[in-house]
């Protein structure tokens, strides 16, 4: 059973840099990639970032790439997402997603889903 629980978000100001954290329980992840999703109000679920669990290689939704890193720590089975010139547009709920095979972009192909976490970036 594979259990992801997000913490870190909160409330900021725009300019600020944020860390958000993933504790993934479960199987062993080797094989798997996890991801960074987020939505806000009234609009889909986007893809932020992804991270292949074995090499470390990241991928980044459209724009995304800069402001924010995805990084993991295979020992303590973390995964994070770095933030920085946080804008009120980032303000959203932040989900921690995992799936077994290469890191994808698609809401879908994820199988495992963290409840989120809310950002709320203000002006």
């Known amino acids: 059973q594979v259990q992801l629980v997000e913490s870190g978000g909160g409330l900021v100001q725009a300019g600020d840099s944020l860390r958000l954290s993933c504790a993934a329980s479960?199987?062993?992840?080797?094989?798997?990639?996890l991801g960074w999703f987020r939505q806000a109000p009234g609009k889909e679920r986007e893809f932020v970032a992804g991270?292949?669990?074995?090499?470390?290689?990241?991928y980044y939704g459209d724009s995304m790439e800069g402001r924010f890193t995805i990084s993991r720590d295979r020992a303590k089975n973390m995964v994070y997402l770095e933030t920085s010139s946080l804008k009120p547009e980032d303000t959203a709920v932040y989900y921690c997603?995992?799936?077994?095979?290469?890191?994808?972009?698609?809401?879908?192909?994820?199988?495992?889903w963290g409840q989120g976490i809310q950002v709320t970036v203000s002006s």
């Open positions: 997603a995992a799936k077994n095979g290469r890191t994808a972009a698609s809401v879908n192909d994820y199988p495992y």
């Open positions: 479960g199987p062993t992840f080797s094989g798997w990639s």
């Open positions: 991270i292949w669990w074995s090499s470390g290689m990241n």
